[in-house]
Nanobody, 127 residues
Framework: QVLLVESGGGLVQAGDSLRLSCSAPGRTINGFFMAWFRQAPGKERDFVAAINWSGDSSYYSDSVKGRFTIARDNAENTVYLQMNSLKPEDTAVYYC????????????????????WGQGTQVTVSS
């Protein structure tokens, strides 16, 4: 079992920045492929970004590419999501997810690829 804890959400204005953190207390994340998803009210949980085990490859949805950056610090067992130029449509609950899969497949952008999830952190962007 992997406990994931997100933090860093909040209420900001359009154009502002936020950095989300996802930690795994007492557990190394070295062997996990990590991702961020988000879910707005009444909508499905959507892929935002993912990062491979070493942190040298990252993947983004088209809606956040160029504005968001995912990073990981395996020594600190933490994954980050730096969100810049935030827009009202970025408003959602953001979830951290971890996959123990030893290889990446073309399903990495779907929730079913991930076995472990955090509780989520709310991000609200006002116009």
């Amino acid at each position: 079992q992997v406990l994931l804890v997100e933090s860093g959400g909040g209420l900001v204005q359009a154009g502002d920045s936020l950095r989300l953190s996802c930690s795994a207390p007492g557990r190394t994340i070295n062997g996990f492929f990590m991702a961020w998803f988000r879910q707005a009210p009444g909508k499905e949980r959507d892929f935002v970004a993912a990062i491979n085990w070493s942190g040298d490859s990252s993947y983004y949805s088209d809606s956040v590419k160029g504005r968001f950056t995912i990073a990981r610090d395996n020594a600190e067992n933490t994954v980050y999501l730096q969100m810049n130029s935030l827009k009202p449509e970025d408003t959602a609950v953001y979830y951290c997810a971890a996959s123990a899969s030893p290889y990446i497949s073309n399903t990495y952008s779907g929730p079913s690829f991930y076995a472990y999830w955090g509780q989520g952190t709310q991000v609200t962007v006002s116009s």
